[in-house]
């Protein structure tokens, strides 16, 4: 042991001599090369820290929180997108300093949801959801479909009067409960079958009077004559002619049933519908 240490020892004293006799230039390069991981992790460790402070210091709840699916946020789209959190915000007449508005665009999920990207867009949305912290999901119909397939969402006439739900009477989108209880198999080529066979029906998610338990889970925007149609986040649904259950694809918002006051979505809405409603 106490051979190690002179050894150990003698070491150290010969490191300490040959660097007291290093230029200044040749102590910084010394250090850099024998160092520069542990600064580069001591830096980032700082980062986080701070940036976790500021953040905790400045964090303010969410009065609204809609997360917009796959939205295309290119050019003048983002610019109109990014304004409608203030705007928002002065239409509901919320309180910018006790809350805070985020009509969030960053979110995108590919069709076949596989890669890490997707994986942890859909962990931050479940994990949100279950805190109650997202008030609204913007998607096409079939991503919109497959959360509501998963009983994601309020069923709107449950929620909402006749009168408050007038001026979008028109716009419902149902889903078929009964589809809910269906058994897709216990293997997995039985649910894929199930699936794909979900995929191929004929559905018209307008029409109630089609299916056997219907459910307003949502509603349809249109691409044109609000706020969010007109913004063009959208428009590339249209224009590549997407379809879903033998119909066209359309802009759809929901509520998730984590939401405790869904009434704020709805003032939303009329936000975005304001003057065409």
């Not at 400045?58 to 304004?83: C, E, Q, R």
């Not at 008030?135 to 397939?149: K, L, N, P, S, W």
């Not at 589809?179 to 039985?190: S, V, Y």
């Amino acid at each position: 042991m106490s051979s190690h240490n002179s050894v150990v020892e003698e070491i150290r004293a010969q490191q300490k001599k040959a660097f007291a006799a290093m230029t200044p230039k040749e102590k910084l390069a010394y250090f850099w090369d024998y160092y520069k991981v542990h600064t580069i992790a001591a830096v980032i460790v700082v980062v986080f820290v701070i940036s976790f402070i500021n953040s905790y210091r400045s964090n303010k709840p969410f009065a609204f929180y809609a997360i917009l699916l796959n939205a295309d946020t290119s050019g003048d789209h983002a610019v109109t997108a990014a304004a409608w959190d203030e705007a928002f915000m002065e239409y509901a007449g919320i309180d910018p300093e006790a809350y805070q508005v985020n009509i969030d665009t960053s979110v995108s999920i590919s069709a076949d949801g596989g890669s890490q990207y997707d994986v942890a867009n859909r962990q931050k949305m479940a994990a949100m959801m279950q805190a109650g912290d997202i008030h609204a999901i913007v998607a096409d119909t079939e991503t919109f479909e497959g959360y509501a397939r998963l009983e994601y969402f309020y069923d709107l006439n449950t929620v909402f009067t006749e009168e408050e739900l007038a001026p979008y009477a028109d716009l419902l989108y149902y889903t078929d409960g009964a589809a809910f209880d269906e058994d897709t198999g216990d293997t997995l080529e039985d649910m894929e079958a199930a699936q794909e066979a979900v995929y191929n029906s004929v559905i018209d998610h307008s029409n109630p009077s089609s299916m056997e338990k219907p459910a307003a889970v949502g509603i349809r925007i249109p691409q044109a004559g609000n706020k969010l149609g007109d913004s063009g986040c959208y428009d590339y649904i249209a224009e590549r002619g997407y379809t879903f259950q033998g119909y066209p694809s359309e802009i759809v918002i929901g509520i998730p049933l984590s939401v405790e006051s869904p009434k704020i979505t709805l003032q939303f809405l009329d936000y975005l519908f304001e003057d065409n409603t």
